[in-house]
């Protein structure tokens, strides 16, 4: 019996593709640092409810869950938007780290699962 699990758990690791995204891990990632702002399903805030002059939570699901990995790097790390200006209220997380798990500085792994998340979220539009 041992032996038999054994050869099934290798089996499984095999059969996961090397750089496969860990949507799991993105979407744990998410929910605990993205979604209290970003909404449970990166809806943000429509323009329409949103008094003027104020900064509006983008909708991340359908636009930029589909970036160039290097903008919605820099987006999550450096605090910049897709203009390469800096943002007024997203939390530069490469700075301040992760509220959970606390302090942690998003790896590209990371950001690469918590894109692969937000893209099952919705399709590309
Ligand atoms: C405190 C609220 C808050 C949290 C938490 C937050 N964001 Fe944001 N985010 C914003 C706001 C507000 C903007 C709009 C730009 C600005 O701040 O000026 C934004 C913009 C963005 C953008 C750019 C979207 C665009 O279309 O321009 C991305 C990408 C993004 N956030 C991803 C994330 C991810 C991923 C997380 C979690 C790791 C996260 N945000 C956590 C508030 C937040």
Redesign the pocket.
């Known amino acids: 019996m041992k032996t038999y699990l054994g050869a099934a758990f290798v089996l499984a690791i095999s059969a996961t593709p090397l750089f496969a995204q860990d949507v799991a891990a993105g979407g744990d ?2 929910n605990d ?2 979604a ?3 909404g449970n399903k990166g809806e943000g805030y429509p323009k329409e409810v949103v008094p003027d002059g104020a ?6 699901a359908g ?2 869950a589909y ?1 160039d990995f290097a903008v ?1 790097k820099s ?2 790390v450096d ?1 910049m ?2 203009h390469g200006k800096p ?5 530069v ?1 490469g700075k301040v780290g ?2 959970t798990p606390a302090g942690g500085i ?1 790896t590209d792994d990371d ?1 690469k699962n ?1 894109q692969a998340y ?1 893209q099952t979220l919705a399709p590309k539009g």
């Open positions: 990632l998410y640092n993205c209290i702002c970003h900064v509006r939570i983008k909708k991340l636009d930029s970036w919605f987006a999550v605090g938007d897709d943002m007024r209220v997203m939390p997380f992760y509220f998003p950001i918590i937000i």
